[in-house]
């Protein structure tokens, strides 16, 4: 019996954008996996929790999401195991996604009892951690790799040869990077023989740095697309935060939350969707990336694509973040 399922005829159509110079296109919005397996720990992933991150990802593909972002530090590879899971059990899938994934960063005790939590940009280190993520993910080639940290002993040339040995086995179609400044960026890109075509950082109405530290003007420049993590500061913009990182407790959205609110009061709109429109509007085309695991917000996210904020609210709604009126 065919155990695949088969979707079709269910999936909605959200506007595709190019990501970066190259000839993949994803989705306004990309679906992240960073959730989908209920926890950070293997060992507390149970069958349901697994049920629950399978019936996520069917329900951004059919929502239509097409880009889903992933990394092999969610849960130790258990967010990318879900993934591949689904991409086997539904039919056709896998040519319709564009999936995208991240390394580098090893965990506490990794090789040795006593190693310490680090990142590593080491050619071997980075092919090694990229074919296990296929193996993970059940695939062939993903379509995206990105650096997931900056290692401080990054070396240009030699993630640069990791690069091209992983492209010329047909491992992986284009690279990008996450959470990098941008003059560690203009380092890779200068050695690399590739465009880097995506850059993922953290990016909402609470967290304002990549307007001001050049991250953005450096993705207009180069054309890469800023693929913003944590749009809706872990939920506090939105509905309530589940959890916060350790960098995120310090965020005081009530500042700003009531001009949300009137936005979205005005457009009969969710303050989600005001929050995410805000987002969609730069010119650098945001990519937020959306890691609800409840189909409902997950459906509410897509209506962001459809929201075009005039400049007098896109600014109203700075200001407020910014607590002080523009210089």
Not at 154 to 170: C, R, S
């Amino acid at each position: 019996m065919n155990s695949r399922l088969s979707l079709a005829g269910s999936q909605n159509i959200m506007q595709t954008i190019p990501v970066g110079v190259g000839l993949l296109r994803g989705s306004r919005l990309a679906y992240g996996c960073w959730r989908v397996a209920g926890s950070w720990n293997p060992a507390d992933v149970t069958d349901a929790r697994r049920a629950a991150g399978r019936r996520a990802v069917i329900s951004a593909y059919e929502t239509g999401y097409t880009l889903f972002d992933n990394a092999d530090i969610y849960c130790a590879g258990e967010a990318e195991r879900i993934l591949g899971q689904v991409l086997k059990e539904v039919s056709g899938m896998r040519d319709q996604v564009v999936i995208v994934t991240k390394g580098g960063i090893r965990p506490v005790g990794d090789s040795q009892p006593d190693s310490p939590g680090r990142y590593d940009f080491s050619a071997s280190y980075l092919i090694s951690a990229c074919e296990q993520s296929l193996w993970r993910l059940g695939i062939e080639t993903i379509d995206l790799y990105l650096l997931h940290r900056p290692d401080f002993l990054a070396d240009p040339e030699e993630v640069a040869q990791a690069f091209a040995q992983l492209k010329a086995a047909g491992k992986v179609r284009y690279f990008g990077v996450s959470n990098f400044r941008p003059t560690l960026v203009t380092a890779l890109q200068a050695a690399c023989p590739m465009p880097l075509v995506a850059h993922q950082i953290e990016i909402s109405l609470a967290k304002l740095d990549a307007f001001t530290d050049g991250t953005l003007d450096q993705c207009l420049i180069e054309r890469m697309t800023p693929m913003a993590w944590s749009p809706l500061a872990a939920g506090l913009i939105g509905d309530g935060a589940n959890r916060l990182l350790p960098s995120q407790k310090t965020y005081r959205p009530e500042g700003f939350l009531p001009a949300v609110e009137a936005v979205a009061k005005a457009r009969g709109a969710s303050r989600t969707t005001v929050a995410l429109a805000w987002l969609l509007k730069h010119p650098a085309r945001i990519m937020p990336i959306i890691g609800s695991i409840n189909p409902d917000r997950i459906r509410e996210s897509v209506k962001a694509a459809d929201l075009e904020l005039t400049r007098e609210e896109w600014y109203h709604l700075l200001i407020a973040a910014r607590g002080e009126p523009m210089p």
